[in-house]
C-alpha cells in the first residue's frame, strides 16, 4: 500500500511561490481570486497581462481550491500585504511578500482554527461521506477522544505495526535478534512501495533493516519477507480481523489479475478455500499485472481491518520504538513533542493514520484514524488535517 509522501496540509503551510514582478501589484489579482472564492466573483486571468504571473495562475488556484475541505469561504479580510480568507471555523492568511523588483512570493499558512474543540473535530468529521473511526488515548489507556472507535475498518498498510509487534516480541525473548541476515529471494518480491524489489537475489540483508524499511517507507517486500518469519498464523492471532491474513503480493494479484477472476473467487470462498487461493497464486508473475485502478476494488472485503481502538491501544505498546520514528508522519512540532511514532496506509477508497506522541513532560498519546469508502475515493489531505488538530489539543 503506498501512501502519498506530500500532503495538502503540510504544503499549505510551507506552500511557497517564487514570483518576479516589476509591472504588478500581486495584492490586486489575490483580492480578485479572494472574491471569486468568497463571494462567487468571475475572474478574467487574461485581464492580467503580466507574464509572469499568468505563468503561476494554476498553481495558485489549484491551492485555493484545495481549501475546499475547509467548507466554504465566508469573507475574507485585506490588510496592506495579508489577505484572511475566513472559513466556518478556521481562517487562512495569505502573505504577499515583496521585495525592490516587487513581488517575490506568496506564503499560503496552514488552517488556523478558532477556539478548536474536540466537538468541532466530531463535527467535521460526521460530514465525511463512507465510514470513519477516530480514536485518541493517553499512555495509561484514558480515551480522550473517540468516534467509532470498536469499528474494523481497512487499515492500509497500518497493519504493519502487528509485524513489528512481533519481531520486537521475539527480540525482548531473546528469539531474535536486530543483527540476524537474511537472503533476499526474487521469488518472494513484491511491488512498490519502497526499494528492496530492485535490491539483487541473495543478497544479505539484517532483520533491523527490513523491519525499518516496511515502517518508515511502506516497504511492501520487506513486509512479505517478514510475515514469513513471524509466521501469518501468529500474525492472525494478534489481529483476528484479518484472516487470512494476506502477503502485499497475495492482495495486489486478487484485486488485480486476470481482470478480476481471482478476486471472484476469492469473494466466494470460505476461508479453507482462500487460502487454498493464496497457495495457488504463490509463484504468480506480478510482471503480468497492469497498473492498478484508480477506484476502490473492494476494500471493505480484501484488506487488513483492525478499530482505531485496536491500532491505538497496539502502537502505545511500543513507546520510544526509534523504527517508528524514523518517519515521524503528519506531526512536526519538536517545541511540543519529544517523540513523535508513526504508521499510515492507503489505497483507493482507504487512508488510515496512526501517531505514538510523548510530549516534553514526558505524557503518551496516541491517535489513530481510518476513513474508509468502498464506492469513491477519499481525501487524504482532509483527514490528515483532523491528525493535526486532534494533536494541537492534546
Same mark, same amino acid.
Given at each position: 500500500? &503506498? ?5 495538502l496540509f503540510s504544503v499549505l503551510s510551507c506552500f511557497v511561490l517564487i514570483l518576479f514582478s516589476s509591472t504588478l501589484s500581486f495584492a490586486y489579482p489575490i483580492k480578485k481570486l479572494a472574491r471569486h472564492y468568497c463571494y462567487g466573483e468571475e475572474v478574467v486571468w487574461k485581464e492580467f497581462s ?13 491551492v485555493f481550491a484545495q481549501l475546499a475541505y475547509l467548507g466554504d469561504c465566508k469573507s475574507y479580510k485585506y490588510t496592506g500585504k495579508k489577505i484572511t480568507l475566513k472559513y466556518e471555523d478556521a481562517d487562512v492568511i495569505v502573505k504577499v511578500n515583496a521585495g525592490g523588483k516587487g513581488v517575490e ?14 466537538? &468541532? ?5 460526521? &460530514? ?28 492500509? +498498510? ?29 521469488? #518472494? ?74 478476486? #471472484?473467487?476469492?469473494? &466466494? ?17 506480478? +510482471? ?71 510530549? #516534553? ?8 484514524? +481510518? ?24
Amino acid at each position: 500500500m &503506498k501512501l502519498r509522501p506530500v500532503y495538502l496540509f503540510s504544503v499549505l503551510s510551507c506552500f511557497v511561490l517564487i514570483l518576479f514582478s516589476s509591472t504588478l501589484s500581486f495584492a490586486y489579482p489575490i483580492k480578485k481570486l479572494a472574491r471569486h472564492y468568497c463571494y462567487g466573483e468571475e475572474v478574467v486571468w487574461k485581464e492580467f497581462s503580466d507574464p509572469e504571473l499568468l505563468k503561476y495562475v494554476d498553481h495558485i488556484e489549484s491551492v485555493f481550491a484545495q481549501l475546499a475541505y475547509l467548507g466554504d469561504c465566508k469573507s475574507y479580510k485585506y490588510t496592506g500585504k495579508k489577505i484572511t480568507l475566513k472559513y466556518e471555523d478556521a481562517d487562512v492568511i495569505v502573505k504577499v511578500n515583496a521585495g525592490g523588483k516587487g513581488v517575490e512570493g506568496i506564503f499560503f499558512s496552514g488552517a488556523q482554527y478558532r477556539n478548536d474543540s474536540f466537538d &468541532k473535530v466530531a463535527k467535521s468529521l460526521r &460530514k465525511l461521506p463512507g465510514q470513519v473511526a477516530v480514536s485518541v488515548k493517553r499512555g495509561d489507556g484514558k480515551i480522550l477522544f473517540s468516534q467509532n472507535p470498536d469499528l474494523r475498518l481497512a487499515t492500509g +498498510s497500518s497493519f504493519k505495526l502487528y509485524i513489528l509487534k512481533a519481531l520486537l516480541e521475539d527480540i525482548d525473548m531473546g528469539k531474535r535478534s536486530w543483527s540476524d541476515l537474511i537472503e533476499l529471494d526474487e521469488r #518472494k518480491y513484491s511491488l512498490p512501495s519502497g526499494v528492496l524489489h530492485e535490491w539483487p537475489s541473495g543478497s544479505p540483508v539484517t532483520l533491523h533493516t527490513l523491519a525499518t524499511l516496511m515502517i518508515s517507507i511502506s516497504d511492501n517486500t520487506a513486509t512479505d519477507i517478514l510475515i514469513d518469519e513471524v509466521g501469518r498464523e501468529r500474525l492472525e492471532g494478534m489481529m483476528p480481523g484479518s484472516v487470512p491474513f494476506l502477503k502485499t503480493k497475495e492482495m495486489f494479484i486478487i484485486k488485480w489479475a486476470d481482470r478480476g477472476l481471482y478476486r #471472484k473467487r476469492y469473494l &466466494k470462498s470460505y476461508l479453507s478455500g482462500k487460502r487454498r487461493i493464496l497457495m495457488q497464486i504463490a509463484s504468480y508473475n506480478l +510482471s503480468k499485472l497492469k497498473p492498478p485502478p484508480l477506484e476502490p476494488i473492494d476494500p471493505d472485503k480484501i484488506e487488513w481491518f483492525a478499530s482505531t481502538d485496536e491500532l491505538a491501544d497496539l502502537i502505545l505498546k511500543m513507546k520510544d520504538e526509534p523504527i517508528l520514528a524514523v518517519n515521524p508522519g503528519l506531526i512536526d512540532d519538536s517545541k511540543k513533542w519529544s517523540y513523535v511514532g508513526y504508521k499510515g496506509g492507503s489505497e483507493p477508497g482507504v487512508i488510515q493514520y496512526t501517531q505514538l506522541l510523548k510530549s #516534553k513532560s514526558g505524557k503518551w498519546y496516541a491517535i489513530s484514524a +481510518s476513513w474508509n469508502n468502498s464506492e469513491l475515493n477519499v481525501d487524504h489531505d482532509l483527514l490528515g488535517s483532523v491528525v493535526l488538530r486532534l494533536a494541537d489539543l492534546l
